[in-house]
């Protein structure tokens, strides 16, 4: 009974019933999505700090600034180097003698509380260095005017900011020459991943904000900013302008390669030969042939895919069954109606399979062309993040670029079953019959259209 049972699953060369080929479709989704959970999520990272309030001191040998991660060890040298410095301060001022400090130390010192007044909505982003803002802003949190309620100073900061914002107020409107308390560096609790081991939440997060944002960061090229989606677009312009133009060229000369050995023996040759040439080495003479806009990028497309596009079609079109040329040569077809009757009709299903794969092969252009001349689409968000190690940004549009390419190929199998019926089944359903009646309806009118090739009077 087990044995029957495996045998559904597992047998040598045996096609498995659609419910099952469905649930290991999305096996094979699941387990790299697992695979990843678990690399993420595992027992072995450590505890990690990521700086939220930062401070500088001569007693520490770097300098760490918000968005740090630091060691659990780094963080308490951190935090404790701080409260030495400022033991040293308050000890001064006991004994009347306070410490002096340049107006440039108390201004960096202000300064650091810019991360929690962004996070609180008090400052905006332009406000980082405005320290005349951020001075107002120290004194009317001192004086309980704000609400630190998304991002809070601890107590001891608290404190601090008290103390400071009654030397500030005391100088006004001067900056005063006594030595400013640090504030205590603060930090939020992650765990200790590799930079590039960005966990799915992170990833996910940064889509759903990509995707629903309005603006993104600005192009290098000093371009305005555009959305994830803006990019998105001018990718899928990038890729179909690149394929359509490929296959324009390739199916004719491949179908005719394939039917005349002697544009086989012209073309295939030099195609053969030009396809182990990179295409991405002839980006600088695209760009001084085509400028440095979309131009270069389609035609990248283009090389990239016409040389093997024209080597599989003519093996497809050489793959056609002799013995259909034969029957129509022998009722009489001249050459046009063995092309258009006989060779095309009976290609058209592998032909579109053919396309579908070729297809694939130009997504895997995308990210090269995209980086010629000015940087454009998902590759400028790739390379631009990248360069940063934000890989919470860069995962996203990877994958934009993998299921665009996944989902665009399994409509168009989806599509074929109804397109071609004599080769593959179609499926039932609704929208099975109406695909399945318009390609009847297609391949009916064709063959009216279609002059039929008259017998020899011999």
């Not at 180097?81 to 009347?96: C, E, G, L, W, Y």
């Not at 400052?123 to 802003?137: P, Y």
């Not at 205590?184 to 081991?197: G, I, K, N, W």
């Not at 497809?316 to 040569?329: F, K, N, P, V």
Request: with cysteine; charged share 20%.
């Amino acid at each position: 009974m087990k044995f029957s049972s495996l045998e559904k699953w597992w047998t040598f060369r045996k096609q498995l019933d659609q419910s099952r080929g469905t649930v290991l479709m999305v096996l094979s989704f699941l387990i790299p999505l697992l695979i990843w959970l678990i690399a993420c999520y595992g027992p072995w990272w450590k505890t990690a700090y990521q700086v939220t309030i930062s401070a500088e001191s001569e007693g520490l040998q770097s300098v760490f600034t918000p968005g740090d991660v630091l060691t659990p060890e780094s963080w308490t040298q951190f935090q404790e180097q701080i409260v030495i410095d400022n033991a040293k301060i308050i000890a001064a001022r006991q004994s009347k003698t306070p410490l002096v400090s340049s107006e440039r130390q108390n201004k960096k010192i202000v300064r650091m509380i810019f991360p929690l007044a962004l996070s609180n909505g008090w400052l905006s982003r332009d406000q980082e260095i405005d320290d005349q803002a951020l001075r107002e802003t120290l004194l009317a949190y001192a004086a309980g005017k704000l609400d630190d309620s998304k991002e809070a100073f601890s107590d001891e900061n608290k404190t601090i900011a008290k103390e400071n914002a009654a030397i500030l107020a005391k100088a006004a409107p001067e900056w005063p020459q006594e030595s400013l308390l640090k504030f205590l560096p603060q930090a939020q609790m992650e765990v200790a991943r590799p930079v590039y081991l960005v966990t799915p939440s992170a990833v996910a997060s940064s889509f759903w904000k990509g995707i629903t944002s309005t603006k993104t960061v600005e192009s290098e090229s000093g371009a305005p900013s555009k959305s994830l989606l803006q990019r998105y677009g001018e990718s899928w312009r990038t890729i179909v302008l690149g394929f359509l133009l490929a296959i324009s060229v390739a199916i004719p000369l491949g179908i005719m390669a394939g039917s005349y050995n002697f544009v086989s023996k012209l073309a295939e040759p030099f195609v053969n030969f030009f396809s182990y040439m990179p295409a991405p080495a002839f980006g600088v003479v695209l760009m001084a042939i085509f400028g440095l806009d979309s131009g270069p990028k389609i035609m990248l497309v283009f090389l990239g895919t016409l040389p093997p596009a024209i080597l599989t079609i003519a093996k497809t079109t050489r793959s056609l069954d002799i013995s259909l040329i034969e029957a129509a040569q022998t009722l009489g077809a001249n050459q046009r109606q063995l092309i258009f009757s006989v060779v095309v009709p009976g290609i058209l299903p592998s032909l579109f399979k053919d396309l579908r794969l070729l297809f694939g092969t130009a997504w895997t252009w995308l990210v090269i062309a995209e980086l010629l001349g000015f940087k454009s689409g998902l590759s400028e968000v790739i390379d631009t993040h990248g360069r940063r190690f934000q890989f919470e940004i860069v995962y996203p549009a990877i994958l934009m670029i993998g299921l665009s390419g996944f989902f665009m190929d399994q409509i168009l199998a989806y599509l074929a079953r109804y397109l071609f019926p004599w080769a593959e089944p179609a499926r039932k359903g609704l929208i099975g019959k109406l695909l399945s009646s318009i390609a009847k309806k297609w391949v009916n009118c064709q063959s009216r259209r279609t002059p039929q090739p008259e017998l020899s009077e011999s």
